[in-house]
């Protein structure tokens, strides 16, 4: 198993800090980035490979790999998508398909939350595909909720569900089990190419459709981030210091 990073979007509410740097390079807390949060989890975690898909401004991230590679003890992989200006995600995870082929702890390059969050996929290792799910939070329109069967599965991902009938959010952590990868792979493909601006949890979804299974861990009360604007990164930079 290794670890991937989806890094290779723009971040354009988070300009001017992302005109030429991407998300996963702002910093939160003396000298360490939200990249440097993320490797610190996955190694953590007992991972030394780690994929990482660049994009805008790929190069940032290639040319401090060798010291991220020193300072956290992993091996890194840049995959490079290079339609990350046009595309969405769902394309940036298919291009990881050879790198998830034998399993992965997948994580969002712009998200920071502690490494209990890994530990508690670990955990729950089983034939199934697993997605981290917080069940504490207030939903709100533009979160990545869930909807569950009793027993706990995926029946639905969307940011388009009804808060009120939501599960959770789902927080950008996954882990995909190399049962799951080839056909995660060709609901990838089918998703992007119907539209390439969907997400890579349509193709989540897509799969589920398919009968694929995605069993949902809850992450309990957790401090965590997903990045999108100023306000977001402030909150980063709170949960970071405590990480």
Request: proline share 4%; charged share 30%.
């Given at each position: 198993?290794?670890?991937?990073?989806?890094?290779?979007?723009?971040?354009?509410?988070?300009?001017?800090?992302?005109?030429?740097?991407?998300?996963?390079?702002?910093?939160?807390?003396?000298?360490r980035t939200v990249l440097d949060v993320i490797l610190a989890n996955l190694r953590a975690a007992g991972l030394e490979d780690v994929a990482i898909v660049v994009g805008v401004a790929a190069e940032r991230i290639r040319e401090r790999a060798p010291?991220?590679?020193?300072?956290?003890?992993?091996?890194?992989?840049?995959?490079?998508?290079?339609?990350?200006?046009?595309?969405?995600?769902?394309?940036?995870?298919?291009?990881?398909?050879?790198?998830?082929?034998?399993?992965?702890?997948?994580?969002?390059?712009?998200?920071?939350?502690?490494?209990?969050?890994?530990?508690?996929?670990?955990?729950?290792?089983?034939?199934?595909?697993?997605?981290?799910?917080?069940?504490?939070?207030?939903?709100?329109?533009?979160?990545?909720?869930?909807?569950?069967?009793?027993?706990?599965?995926?029946?639905?991902?969307?940011?388009?569900?009804?808060?009120?009938?939501?599960?959770?959010?789902?927080?950008?952590?996954?882990?995909?089990?190399?049962?799951?990868?080839?056909?995660?792979?060709?609901?990838?493909?089918?998703?992007?190419?119907?539209?390439?601006?969907?997400?890579?949890?349509?193709?989540?979804?897509?799969?589920?459709?398919?009968?694929?299974?995605?069993?949902?861990?809850?992450?309990?009360?957790?401090?965590?981030?997903?990045?999108?604007?100023?306000?977001?990164?402030?909150?980063?930079?709170?949960?970071?210091?405590?990480?």
């Open positions: 198993m290794i670890g991937l990073v989806l890094a290779a979007g723009a971040g354009s509410r988070l300009h001017p800090l992302t005109a030429d740097l991407p998300k996963t390079l702002l910093e939160v807390e003396d000298g010291s991220l590679e020193r300072r956290h003890g992993v091996r890194l992989e840049l995959i490079h998508n290079d339609r990350a200006q046009e595309w969405n995600n769902a394309y940036s995870l298919w291009l990881a398909r050879d790198a998830f082929a034998e399993g992965a702890l997948l994580v969002n390059g712009d998200t920071v939350h502690p490494p209990t969050v890994e530990d508690a996929l670990l955990r729950a290792r089983g034939p199934a595909a697993l997605i981290a799910v917080d069940r504490e939070k207030v939903l709100g329109e533009e979160h990545m909720k869930v909807l569950l069967d009793d027993d706990g599965t995926l029946r639905r991902i969307n940011k388009a569900i009804d808060p009120a009938a939501a599960a959770g959010e789902y927080i950008g952590v996954s882990l995909l089990e190399p049962a799951v990868a080839e056909a995660l792979a060709d609901a990838l493909e089918r998703t992007w190419r119907r539209d390439p601006s969907l997400y890579y949890e349509d193709g989540f979804q897509e799969l589920a459709d398919r009968g694929g299974t995605f069993r949902c861990v809850p992450i309990g009360a957790v401090d965590w981030v997903e990045i999108d604007d100023h306000d977001d990164l402030a909150r980063a930079r709170e949960i970071a210091c405590r990480c």
